[in-house]
C-alpha cells in the first residue's frame, strides 16, 4: 500500500541534505540565545523560499515574560556573550573550568549577569541542597550534582550567590556538559519570566566534578570566580512558516521545534522537515505529483511556546486537519537508549491518522533493519500538544532517546543522514496523503484503522488474560469493550477527511468495518472469559455514581495546564502539572457532557498497564498533596481553568 508514493518521493530525498541543514542550524542555536534564534529563522525561511514554497514567514511571539497563549507564559528575551568560571585555590594559579566560548551550554540559559568584573566567593559542596542550612550557602557559590534549576529558589533564599553543577543526565557521556534550559522559580516550570529570580548558574561533565570533590574531600579550601555577560530583556521569539499549496483551505502541518542547541535534538528533525517540503514541492512543481487538496503547512516553532501562540493568534491553526510532529528523531543507532518511537494520538483524540504513519513507518523501514522502532502509546513532552482536544489536530510524534540528550555531546556527528532520509520520507508521504485524501485515500485509511484495532484487541487480550490472576474478570471484559469504541472511533475519524456531500457514499463501508471490529471485540472477551472458566459470562453494566458523576467539567483553557499563570502563593504548595500524563488524559475527556467520574473511567482505561487506576489514584499521581480528585477540580474551577 503506498508503494508508488514511496517510489516517486524516495529518490528525490537526500539525507546528505538534510544533515547539512542540521549542521547548518545548530551552528547558529548551539549559542540558544534570543538574537541566535533570529538568524537560526532566517536560514529556515530561505531555505523554504529556495524550494519553492509560498507564504514563507517569520512570525514574531512576544518574549515579555508576561504574555499568556493558552496557560504557558512566554519567556523573556535572553542573549549572553560571555561567560566564564575560574576555580581558585588556596595557592597557585586559577583554573579556567568553564568558559562560554568554547562550551556554549556550560551556562544555564537564563543566567542573569555578574558584576561588571565578576564575582568571587567560597565555593561550599551541597549535594543534599534540602538539608542546606543558611549558614551553609549564604555568601557563596554553591557545587552540586543537583540540577541547579530544581534547587534555584530554595537555595537562593538561603542566601546563595550562584551556582556551579556537575549534573549529569541519565546515560549522557561523562565527558558532556549538560544544557540547562529551564530557569523559572518553580522546580517544575520553564522558561524564565518577569516574575522569576535573577541567578546564575555552570554546568561542568562528571569528569571534572569528580576532580573537584577529590580536592574537597583532601581538605582543600576552594573558591570560584565567575563572570557573566548576558542581559534578560523583553524582545521577540520567531516561528517560520511555509505552505506548500493546495486547492482548498483545509491544511495537514508537519512541525517540529527549533531554537534549541542540540543537533539531534532537534535540528536534525528540522533538516528532516526541509527536505520533506523539498521534495514535495519540486516533485509537485514538475508534474509528477499532483498538487493537493489541502494545503501542506511547515512550522518551525519554540517548542510548546510558539506552538500555543500559533493555536491561539493564527487563522491557519483553525483550518489544520492534522499535522505530524518531528523531534530528535534522528540520531545515530549507536548512541540511542532505544528504539525509534512512533508516539500515536491520545485515546481521547484516537485517528485514522495513527495507522496511517505506522503503515509507512513500517513499509520504509522494512529496508533498513538495523534501525529499530516501535509503537509507544500517546506520551507527554513535545510539540504534539496539538492533540490536546481543546485544539483536536490529530498529531503523532516520531522521536527517539539518545545519550547526547540536552548535553554538550549533541553535535552533528552524532545525527544519521540514513535515518533522517528514512524519516523525511515517512514525513513527506504522511501529510501528502492526509493532504490529497478523496475517497479512495480514506477507504484505505479506515481499513488501516480497522486492522489496526483488530491487532489492538488481539494483544489487549493476550495481556488481560496474563493479568487474570490478579484481576477481576469484568476489569478485563470492560478494558477490551472500551478499547474496541475507541478504535471504532479512529476508523470513523477517516470520513472527516471528506467534503460532508462525500461522505454518504462511504459512511455504509465505515459502519460494516466497526461492526466487523466490534465482532472482534466480542469474540476476544468471549475467549477471555472461556480461559477464565467462565464461558458466555458478560459483564454487568458499569454504573458510575458518587459525588464525582454529579460534576460534568467544561475546560475554558486550551491546551496542557501549566500553572504559569498561578503566582506561587496561588498554587497552594502544587508544582506544575504541564507534563503530567494523568491529568492531561483526565481532562481531554472533560467536554461539558460527561461527568468527571467518566471522566476518570476513560482516563484510567486509556492509562492502564497493570491495572485500572481509581479516581483516587489519578489524584495522587497528579499532585501528591491532593487527596480527592474532587478537590482537585475545586482547584482548577477556583482559578478559572474549569467550569460546571
Request: hydrophobic share 45%; proline share 6%; aromatic share 8%.
Amino acid at each position: 500500500m503506498f508503494r508508488d508514493l514511496l517510489s516517486v518521493l524516495q529518490p528525490g530525498i537526500s539525507g546528505r541534505r538534510a544533515w547539512d541543514d542540521a549542521a547548518a542550524i545548530h551552528s547558529i542555536d548551539r549559542r540558544f540565545t534570543f538574537p541566535a534564534f533570529q538568524e537560526s529563522a532566517r536560514y529556515s525561511a530561505d531555505q523554504m523560499r529556495a524550494a519553492g514554497l509560498s507564504e514563507v514567514t517569520i512570525l514574531q511571539a512576544p518574549a515579555d515574560g508576561r504574555t499568556l497563549y493558552g496557560d504557558w507564559m512566554m519567556p523573556l528575551a535572553w542573549d549572553a556573550s560571555a561567560a566564564t568560571f575560574d576555580l581558585i585555590p588556596p595557592r597557585g594559579r586559577p583554573e579556567r573550568i568553564a568558559d562560554r566560548a568554547a562550551t556554549p551550554c556550560c551556562l544555564a540559559m537564563w543566567s542573569s549577569p555578574t558584576p561588571t568584573k565578576g564575582l568571587e566567593a567560597d565555593l561550599v559542596l551541597v549535594d543534599n541542597p534540602a538539608e542546606a542550612a543558611s549558614e551553609d550557602v549564604r555568601g557563596k557559590i554553591v557545587f552540586t550534582s543537583a540540577n541547579p534549576h530544581r534547587i534555584k529558589r530554595l537555595l537562593l533564599e538561603r542566601g546563595a550567590l550562584g551556582f556551579l553543577s556537575d549534573i549529569r543526565w541519565p546515560d549522557a557521556p561523562a565527558e558532556a556538559v549538560a544544557w540547562i534550559n529551564a530557569w523559572s522559580d518553580d522546580p517544575g516550570g520553564w522558561a524564565f519570566t518577569a516574575a522569576d529570580s535573577p541567578a546564575w548558574a555552570f554546568l561542568i561533565s562528571t569528569e571534572q566534578g569528580a576532580r573537584i570533590r577529590a580536592r574537597f574531600a583532601a581538605g582543600e579550601k576552594l573558591r570560584g570566580r565567575a563572570f557573566v555577560n548576558a542581559s534578560l530583556y523583553e524582545a521577540t521569539l520567531p516561528l517560520v512558516t511555509g505552505v506548500i499549496q493546495g486547492s482548498t483551505r483545509e491544511e495537514v502541518v508537519l512541525l517540529g521545534h527549533q531554537f534549541e542547541q542540540g543537533a539531534l535534538d532537534n535540528a536534525s528533525g528540522i533538516g528532516v522537515m526541509l527536505e520533506a517540503a523539498r521534495a514535495l514541492q519540486s516533485l509537485i512543481s514538475e508534474g509528477r505529483l499532483a498538487p493537493p487538496k489541502r494545503s501542506i503547512r511547515i512550522l518551525f516553532v519554540s517548542e510548546c511556546y510558539t506552538t500555543m501562540y500559533w493555536v491561539e493568534g493564527s487563522p491557519s491553526s483553525r483550518r489544520a486537519a492534522a499535522a505530524l510532529c518531528i523531534d530528535a528523531a534522528c540520531g545515530l543507532p549507536s548512541l540511542a537508549t532505544g528504539p525509534l518511537e512512533i508516539s500515536v494520538n491520545p485515546h481521547s483524540q484516537m485517528s485514522c491518522g495513527d495507522a496511517l504513519v505506522l503503515a509507512l513507518v513500517r513499509q520504509v523501514m522494512a529496508v533498513a533493519p538495523t534501525y529499530p522502532w516501535s509503537e509507544i502509546p500517546f506520551a507527554m513532552g513535545t510539540d504534539n500538544l496539538l492533540a490536546d482536544q481543546t485544539i483536536g489536530i490529530p498529531c503523532p510524534w516520531i522521536g527517539s532517546h539518545s545519550r547526547t540528550w540536552h548535553n554538550s555531546a549533541d553535535v552533528p556527528d552524532t545525527v544519521d543522514p540514513r535515518l533522517q532520509e528514512l524519516v523525511a520520507l515517512i514525513s513527506a508521504a504522511y501529510v501528502y496523503l492526509l493532504a490529497c485524501a478523496d475517497s479512495d485515500l480514506v477507504s484505505d485509511f479506515a481499513y488501516l484503522a480497522a486492522a489496526r484495532g483488530k491487532a489492538a484487541l488481539a494483544l489487549a487480550a493476550v495481556a488481560e488474560l496474563d493479568r487474570l490472576a490478579e484481576a477481576d474478570l469484568d476489569d478485563s471484559l470492560q478494558q477490551i469493550s472500551y478499547l474496541a469504541e475507541r478504535h471504532a472511533g479512529a476508523i470513523a475519524t477517516a470520513l472527516g477527511l471528506l467534503p460532508p456531500t462525500e461522505r454518504a457514499a462511504l459512511r455504509s463501508s465505515v459502519r460494516d468495518l466497526q461492526r466487523d471490529l466490534r465482532r472482534s471485540a466480542r469474540d476476544e472477551a468471549a475467549s477471555l472469559a472461556r480461559r477464565a472458566g467462565r464461558p458466555g459470562y458478560l459483564p454487568p453494566a458499569h454504573d458510575l455514581d458518587g459525588a464525582l458523576s454529579t460534576i460534568r467539567p467544561r475546560r475554558l483553557i486550551r491546551g496542557q495546564v501549566t500553572f504559569d499563570r498561578l503566582a506561587p502563593e496561588a498554587r497552594q504548595g502544587k508544582g506544575s502539572p504541564r507534563w503530567s500524563a494523568e491529568l492531561f488524559a483526565v481532562l481531554n475527556w472533560c467536554d461539558g457532557r460527561r461527568s468527571l467520574a467518566e471522566a476518570c473511567e476513560l482516563a484510567a482505561r486509556s492509562l492502564r498497564r497493570d491495572r485500572t487506576l481509581s479516581p483516587e489514584d489519578l489524584a495522587k499521581a497528579i499532585d501528591p498533596t491532593c487527596d480527592s480528585m474532587q478537590s482537585h477540580f475545586d482547584f482548577l474551577r477556583q482559578h478559572g481553568y474549569v467550569t460546571w
